[in-house]
């Protein structure tokens, strides 16, 4: 099981008719983005909220969203926090939803909690839900969130004019606006949109909060914003391949990335292999990728059982290792006497890509050469998506520095990892050939996990 999990996606709808349904359908399509808790709130003279622990799929029922009355709400799927969360406040009641992490959390509470304030559970959603209600207004409470929070946020709040959505002032994570006919909808990806047959109208742009109502789509405020910082792994790994985030469509960038490791191993010689294949799924726009550029007959290795994905529900870590091992089964068909390019976007403990190239060894193939989109992961993110710790990535644990500019300790990296994984070779882009695909300025985005560097400072 890959070991790196989303954090949170959001969606909203403002509408002429009910609308729990659209909301329901909006975060089954964020579902990718975190499968622990989901929540819908709606406004009807007052906030009614209903929160569950499971996919939405699974723990929504038509009686849910019965008791969900009202035309406009917000929506929330998530690996750690339960929401959206309601307050009663002299703003009237109002519910929060949010995508990101407060670097910050700790030092603010204290301060909070030096005024007189209580926290229920700590979540960083209900700080910034007190940081909000502590303003005279709503969008004077979201302008304080620039202020005060280091971290990133993407949020929708929901009030009784209607929907605030903002974007924190780099844009760390995405925000999108779409419509339809009587229907405005904000969500953390465009795919939400285009699955509702909605159109896509633009991204919600770094430090904006805009107010969604009867009027449409209304900038409330703009923040000044430092710089862009959109997490460059939205594209590699985190959206799903059908979205478009601050306009790079997501498939576009993973093909590019996969056309770059092409390009290396054409530079380095070329290499002998008969077919390409991805790690599903996350793998699949890197190796389409690289074979539109290499001309390598593309070939599933691995069928995907869509009937096994319950692996966060299994007792123990055995049970859920056997229960991701069953995700993934061998094509041993395709595999016997086969010299594979086997494409993944990023290794980070290695213990992945480790049993999938036992698998493909054990079924017979002949090399299993492993393509990397992202460079080595040197750094954990601080800002909303789990990827381990230190100590737990593959690549720290050879090179300490984090020394990934060089294209020599790069080399070293990679022939240590293939040893380590049992791959005849291993490659990973380079940090300038992963920005250079993705063809957005270096400036633009936050490259943390791979520099250590945080936009911020
Ligand atoms: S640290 Fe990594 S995962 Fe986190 S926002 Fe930056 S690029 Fe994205």
Redesign the pocket.
Known sequence: MKSIRDNCGIFAVYGQAPCAFTIYQGIDFLQHRGQQYCGIATYDGGVRQITHHGKVINQFTDQDLENLPGTWGIGHVSLRERQPVKWQSLQGEIAVAFSGNIINDQELKQEMMHRGKAFWRGYNVELISKIILEASDTVSGIADLAAKIRG?YSLVVLTREGIYAARDVYG?RPLILGQGPGQWVVSSESRALQNLDLEIVRDVQPGEIVLVNGSGFTTVRQLPSPRRAH???EWAYTASIDSIIDGLPVLAARQHLGAALAQRDQADGGLEADLVAPVPMSGIGHALGYHLHSRLPYQEVFLYNRYADRSYTQANQIAREKMAKRKLSVLHYAVKGKSIVLCDDSIVRGTQILNKVDDLKKAGAKAVHVRVACPPLMYP???G?S?RTYEELMARKYLYQGDIDSLAALRQLEAWVAAQIGADSVKYNSMDHFVNALGLPRTDL????WDGHRPQE
Do not use: G, M, P, V
């Open positions: 990133a760390f997490c460059a792994f993110c601080d800002f998506i990827t936050c490259l943390k996990c």
